[in-house]
């Protein structure tokens, strides 16, 4: 098994910034990607951002410019860096790791973009 422990979430202005950091532990021998979710209330949860074993990132349209995933293969973890907050980044994020045919989820931490 794989668990994974998410951090850094928060009350947070319009305009600043949050950094969430997620690190795996358990069974690990070969993460595929890691990546970040967010499920705001009353919406489906959606993709933020995602960055794979070699490298690769995608983001969100809705994120683009503002957040930056980064990984630490050494230590298995995962962080997104968010700036520029607004009021429709309040949400829920989960922290999603790939390994093999197994995917695995964090329990989630709470950011709420409030004035």
């Known amino acids: 098994q794989v668990q994974l422990v998410e951090s850094g979430g928060g009350l947070v202005q319009p305009g600043g910034s949050l950094r969430l950091s997620c690190a795996a532990s358990g069974s690990i021998f070969r993460i595929n990607s890691m990546a970040w979710y967010r499920q705001a209330p009353g919406k489906q949860r959606e993709l933020v951002a995602i960055k794979t074993s070699i490298g690769s990132t995608n983001y969100a349209d809705s994120v683009k410019g503002r957040f930056t995933i980064s990984r630490e293969n050494a230590k298995n973890t995962v962080s997104l860096q968010m700036n520029s907050l607004k009021l429709e980044d309040t949400a829920v994020y989960y922290c999603?790791?790939?390994?093999?045919?197994?995917?695995?989820w964090g329990q989630g931490t709470q950011v709420t973009v409030s004035s």
């Open positions: 999603r790791l790939f390994q093999g045919d197994n995917d695995y």
